[in-house]
């Protein structure tokens, strides 16, 4: 179903998707091993041709990131999770692509008083 929902976004979502740069790995490990080698081959092309755009870390980023870790402590949320609220509040973006409903229905960013969560 989560397969299903994500596949669903990619299709018909206009784009660009940014992808923060912390969370590649963490997709590349998780397409490769739930989906396989071919997938993960795809995520990289999609990165290589831009239809998927790596966002990185701004330096003033990495403070936020931490004060966020610590904010949210409780609920574990990590460095991972919290570069997607920096990115999303320097950015201002309003809507996050993740499955990862535990964290990201808690969080309070900045700039909106809660992300609207795709798919």
Do not use: N
């Amino acid at each position: 179903m989560d397969h299903d929902a994500c596949l669903e976004l990619l299709l018909s979502h206009p784009g660009p998707l940014l992808v923060p740069e912390l969370v590649i790995t963490e997709v590349a490990y998780l397409v490769a091993t739930r989906l396989g080698v071919s997938a993960e081959v795809r995520f990289s092309g999609d990165l290589a041709t831009g239809t998927l755009i790596a966002e990185p870390v701004h330096a003033a980023d990495w403070q936020r990131i931490a004060a966020l870790v610590a904010r949210y402590r409780d609920l574990r949320l990590g460095t991972v999770d919290a570069s997607v609220v920096a990115a999303a509040e320097r950015l201002r973006i309003k809507t996050v692509a993740t499955l990862d409903r535990r964290h990201f229905s808690v969080v309070r960013p900045d700039h909106v008083r809660g992300l609207e969560l795709l798919p």
